[in-house]
């Protein structure tokens, strides 16, 4: 078939690699978001996706909004016959969902329908699942409710952070979206409705969902963390200023600190939380370097009683 495959972020790339790579599909152009600021100088920089479209010598397309009409005349004239599709970051109207005659094939990663929505990795993290994993499903107006063309199945590790777990589903859904366009193909799939229970959303983590909360149980502190890692970033206040938390490990033989309270010695920082403590392990002053937590603590000179949070 004849594609036009649309996403942004690094995490996308695996998947546009593998249709390159099939002898069944030809990737006609890629859609992506516009150039964005990054950096320090704040200078435009192009997506995951844009660079390894261009290193592939393939037509690049960043429409502001999909629904610019100049835009959907270029599709029109590329012609495809399916559009897949991985976090692109945009939502497309009804007028760009029937260009191509097989629609828009989204590759989620979430078992639908479950954790629809734009952060399905860290809130499957967040609230302790065991299991995910990603799904294909042709695109409707509606929020991740079309019907589903093919699911896989992963683990969540105990100490998986929304970055690993989305790494891996990255290079396995990979696969799934390549052999969903053989199925679309040679007419083999056929897409089937979601069911109706079992809905849960999963809408962006902001910077204020990943404050930690001391006061709440080490296991759901724990969980908060690996759910915000690598972004937004958990953080919390040390003596006023932000503090981000890079990893930490439950330490449930260490009890006796308050919610917040610190206890650093020569090679360890445990806090207090609700139930029993957890040890820092990395952390991430502001202005400064990811550092061991220990180091860190003996850099400030952490003083008996001292708290993190508010």
């Known amino acids: 078939m004849r594609l036009v495959f649309a996403g942004t972020p690094e995490v996308a790339v695996p998947a546009l690699d593998a249709l390159l790579a099939s002898d069944r599909h030809e990737v006609a152009a890629v859609v992506t978001r516009p150039d964005a600021p990054a950096g320090r100088g704040r200078r435009l920089v192009a997506s995951p996706v844009a660079e390894r479209a261009r290193e592939a010598g393939i037509e690049i397309l960043r429409p502001e909004r999909p629904r610019d009409p100049a835009f959907q005349d270029r599709l029109r004239a590329i012609a495809p016959d399916c559009c897949p599709v991985v976090a692109y970051g945009a939502l497309l109207p009804k007028s760009a969902l ?106 962006k983590l902001t910077v204020e969902d990943a404050a930690v909360d001391w006061s709440v149980p080490a296991l759901a502190v724990h969980r908060r963390v690996r759910a915000c890692t690598p972004a937004p970033g958990a953080w919390t206040l040390f003596r006023g200023e932000r503090l981000k938390i890079r990893a930490l490990t439950p330490a449930p033989d260490r009890e006796g600190l308050a919610p917040g309270e610190l206890a650093a010695a020569k090679q360890t920082v445990h806090v207090g939380t609700g139930s029993h403590a957890v040890a820092l392990e990395w952390v991430q002053p502001q202005g400064r370097k990811p550092m061991r937590a220990a180091d860190w603590a003996r850099g400030v000179r952490v003083a008996a009683g001292e708290r993190l949070g508010v």
Do not use: C, K
């Open 98 to 203: 029937e260009i191509p005659r097989h629609g828009w094939v989204n590759l989620h990663f979430s078992l639908l329908p479950a954790w629809r929505g734009a952060a399905p990795v860290q809130h499957a993290v967040l609230a302790g699942d065991d299991m995910t994993g990603a799904s294909t499903f042709l695109i409707e107006e509606g929020l991740d409710s079309g019907p589903v063309y093919g699911v896989l199945t992963e683990e969540i590790r105990p100490d998986d952070t929304s970055g690993d777990l989305l790494t891996r589903l990255a290079l396995a859904g990979a696969g799934l979206l390549a052999a969903t366009m053989d199925g679309i193909e040679d007419g083999s799939l056929r897409p089937a409705p979601q069911p109706a229970d079992g809905v849960t959303l999963a809408p």
